[in-house]
């Protein structure tokens, strides 16, 4: 079968970076990742009788008559599939009951034994009804499955309507355009990527802000003071997201001038998801982070008092052919919003989350009066956490002269301005190793192809969860929301008497 010249070029891209001698061979042990780097899903059993085919070197050549064996092999189980589906869906709705499905796959061909049915079942039947369709089953058995369970009770909103959603909200209470899709763009993108907490579970606060002449809905950030690497800007109280991708922007064109650009601001608020600014620098091809200090919430290690922000750190870099490693994380052992969501749900949460007012753990989200640092307690490394959040604290509010730690002001306090600090920092690469994106993707695809601890969890990288569910929601057609989200938007809808989004 031949190759087409888009695929050889794949080929040639994955063998390469890990061709290090320049000599045209790989190592064995370095064929599953290059596989992998390729779109292919190899198992264990694969690769091993694979390196017993190809020797102990293994050349371009070979390496694409391998990968060229192995697509054809996966089509002609994803011929199975279908046959499957044909024979048994009879009534054309394109699904077919579990029971059904594994006998026929079965009886089909030898290519796949009872064990490995029930695998590729197991993956593709995500919601567990007992039935399955036939892109699900060629997900699973490509290695795409995305470990997601759809509640039967959510209901999926298109992106698009979200965001419009949130821009109508904003106008509502008078915010200026440009500034409500930019804080429309942030939240709807945290739900894409799988961060409820802060999305549209946010919204009401942001509205509640302006509507109380806390945060101005109408103006521009301003800089104090400038240097070619260097600026502290005045958010002029701003809505954070605004505010942020002004600084990130700034902090961008900095690092395209001299290679790196600072931005440190204050008199900002909440700007939402953290990894939004670090991924627009990503998109640029540069390495970004993003800080910011927040309400005091956490407890520092042996204290019962609330004394620091959960300040968020976001970093992002790009690697090849769209790929990146993407951290966004909390200095805290989870952000508030999810304690919010649990107690909307009705459900316990974990011991080392938060504490009541005596510092002692709770399981119940409404007996949490502060959250433990990243870590836990003390004797988990809660500590470390503790140390994280007062780097932040250093970057955003000491450094920019906004208010810090005790002083800012409390989460639901709606009297007074936040005076938040946030830091954005950009890198080029290309102003260090000029390889920069074609050696992280190797380090990427190392780890992705380490053996896994259990079967159908594969070892991820930071951004890889936020990729599966943003994957989830273009198959789905929307964002997932549980019932509890859907009467929060209601509810805000009628309140503000704004038009609801299309709900499916």
Same mark, same amino acid.
């Given at each position: 079968?031949?190759?087409?010249?888009?695929?050889?070029?794949?080929?040639? =891209?994955?063998?390469?970076? &890990?061709?290090?001698? #320049?000599?045209?061979?790989?190592?064995?042990?370095?064929?599953? /990742?290059?596989?992998?780097?390729?779109?292919? %899903?190899?198992?264990?059993?694969?690769?091993? $009788?694979?390196?017993?085919?190809?020797?102990?070197?293994?050349?371009?050549?070979?390496?694409?008559?391998?990968?060229?064996?192995?697509?054809?092999? #996966?089509?002609?189980?994803?011929?199975?599939?279908?046959?499957? &589906?044909? /024979?048994?869906? $009879?009534?054309?709705?394109?699904?077919?009951?579990? %029971? =059904?499905?594994?006998?026929?796959?079965?009886? +089909?061909?030898?290519?796949?034994?009872?064990?490995?049915?029930?695998?590729?079942?197991?993956?593709?039947?995500?919601?567990?009804?007992?039935?399955?369709?036939?892109?699900?089953?060629? !997900?699973? !058995? %490509?290695?795409?499955?995305?470990?997601?369970?759809?509640?039967?009770?959510?209901?999926?909103?298109?992106?698009?309507?979200?965001?419009?959603?949130?821009?109508?909200?904003?106008?509502?209470?008078?915010?200026?355009?440009?500034?409500?899709?930019?804080?429309?763009?942030?939240?709807?993108?945290?739900?894409?990527?799988? #961060?409820?907490?802060?999305? +549209?579970?946010?919204?009401?606060?942001?509205?509640?802000?302006?509507?109380?002449?806390?945060?101005?809905?109408?103006?521009?950030?301003?800089?104090?003071? =400038?240097?070619?690497?260097?600026?502290?800007?005045?958010?002029?109280?701003?809505?954070?997201?605004?505010?942020?991708?002004?600084?990130?922007?700034?902090?961008?064109?900095?690092?395209?001038?001299?290679?790196?650009?600072?931005?440190?601001?204050?008199?900002?608020?909440?700007?939402?998801?953290?990894?939004?600014?670090? +991924?627009?620098?990503?998109?640029?091809?540069?390495?970004?982070?993003?800080?910011?200090?927040?309400?005091?919430? /956490?407890?520092?290690?042996?204290?019962?008092?609330?004394?620091?922000?959960?300040?968020?750190?976001?970093?992002?870099?790009?690697?090849?052919?769209?790929?990146?490693?993407?951290?966004?994380?909390?200095?805290?052992?989870?952000?508030?919003?999810?304690? @919010?969501?649990?107690?909307?749900?009705?459900?316990?949460?974990?011991?080392?989350?938060?504490?009541?007012?005596?510092?002692?753990?709770?399981?119940?989200?409404?007996?949490?009066?502060?959250?433990?640092?990243?870590?836990?307690?003390? @004797?988990? %490394?809660?500590?470390?956490?503790?140390?994280?959040?007062?780097?932040?604290?250093?970057?955003?509010?000491?450094?920019?002269?906004? #208010? &810090?730690?005790?002083?800012?002001?409390?989460?639901?306090?709606?009297?007074?301005?936040?005076?938040?600090?946030?830091? &954005?920092?950009?890198?080029?690469?290309?102003?260090?190793?000029?390889?920069?994106?074609?050696?992280?993707?190797?380090?990427?695809?190392?780890?992705?192809?380490?053996?896994?601890? =259990?079967?159908?969890?594969?070892?991820?990288?930071?951004?890889?969860? @936020?990729?599966?569910?943003?994957?989830?929601?273009?198959? +789905?057609?929307?964002?997932?929301?549980?019932?509890?989200?859907?009467?929060?938007?209601?509810?805000?809808?009628?309140?503000?008497?704004?038009?609801?989004?299309?709900?499916?």
């Amino acid at each position: 079968m031949a190759n087409t010249s888009d695929e050889m070029r794949q080929y040639r =891209e994955a063998f390469s970076l &890990f061709d290090k001698d #320049h000599d045209d061979i790989i190592a064995p042990q370095e064929l599953g /990742v290059v596989l992998r780097s390729c779109g292919l %899903s190899p198992s264990e059993a694969d690769l091993q $009788k694979i390196q017993q085919q190809v020797g102990r070197k293994i050349d371009f050549n070979t390496f694409v008559r391998v990968a060229q064996d192995f697509r054809a092999n #996966h089509r002609e189980t994803e011929d199975d599939i279908r046959e499957a &589906f044909r /024979v048994f869906d $009879k009534d054309g709705t394109g699904y077919v009951s579990v %029971s =059904e499905l594994k006998h026929a796959m079965i009886s +089909l061909g030898e290519r796949l034994s009872e064990e490995e049915v029930d695998e590729l079942i197991r993956e593709a039947d995500i919601d567990a009804d007992g039935r399955c369709n036939c892109e699900d089953l060629k !997900s699973s !058995s %490509s290695g795409n499955s995305k470990n997601f369970v759809i509640d039967p009770n959510e209901k999926v909103v298109p992106k698009d309507e979200i965001f419009s959603f949130i821009v109508r909200c904003m106008l509502k209470v008078d915010t200026r355009p440009s500034h409500a899709e930019v804080l429309a763009d942030n939240l709807s993108m945290a739900d894409y990527r799988g #961060h409820y907490s802060h999305g +549209l579970n946010r919204l009401d606060m942001y509205v509640n802000d302006i509507r109380n002449e806390t945060t101005a809905k109408d103006g521009d950030p301003v800089i104090l003071k =400038e240097s070619p690497g260097t600026a502290l800007v005045d958010g002029q109280n701003l809505l954070g997201p605004y505010v942020g991708k002004f600084c990130m922007n700034l902090a961008m064109e900095k690092a395209k001038k001299i290679g790196i650009g600072l931005v440190a601001a204050r008199r900002s608020n909440h700007f939402g998801i953290a990894g939004y600014y670090s +991924l627009k620098a990503v998109d640029n091809d540069l390495i970004g982070w993003a800080f910011t200090n927040t309400s005091p919430l /956490v407890v520092p290690t042996r204290s019962k008092a609330q004394s620091l922000g959960t300040n968020p750190i976001a970093f992002g870099a790009p690697a090849r052919n769209g790929d990146s490693f993407v951290l966004d994380m909390a200095t805290s052992t989870v952000a508030l919003g999810k304690v @919010e969501i649990s107690q909307r749900r009705g459900s316990d949460i974990p011991n080392t989350w938060g504490v009541n007012a005596e510092g002692v753990p709770v399981t119940k989200p409404q007996e949490v009066q502060g959250l433990l640092a990243l870590g836990g307690p003390e @004797e988990s %490394s809660g500590y470390k956490g503790y140390g994280l959040a007062m780097m932040v604290e250093i970057l955003c509010g000491i450094l920019s002269g906004s #208010h &810090f730690g005790p002083w800012i002001r409390s989460w639901k306090s709606g009297t007074s301005e936040a005076n938040l600090g946030q830091c &954005f920092i950009a890198i080029n690469p290309n102003a260090f190793e000029d390889d920069f994106d074609q050696r992280l993707q190797k380090l990427i695809n190392y780890c992705r192809s380490l053996p896994p601890t =259990e079967t159908g969890k594969p070892v991820l990288i930071a951004g890889d969860p @936020e990729r599966a569910h943003m994957a989830l929601c273009d198959k +789905l057609g929307g964002i997932p929301y549980p019932p509890s989200q859907i009467e929060f938007l209601r509810s805000l809808a009628r309140s503000l008497k704004v038009d609801l989004p299309n709900i499916q």
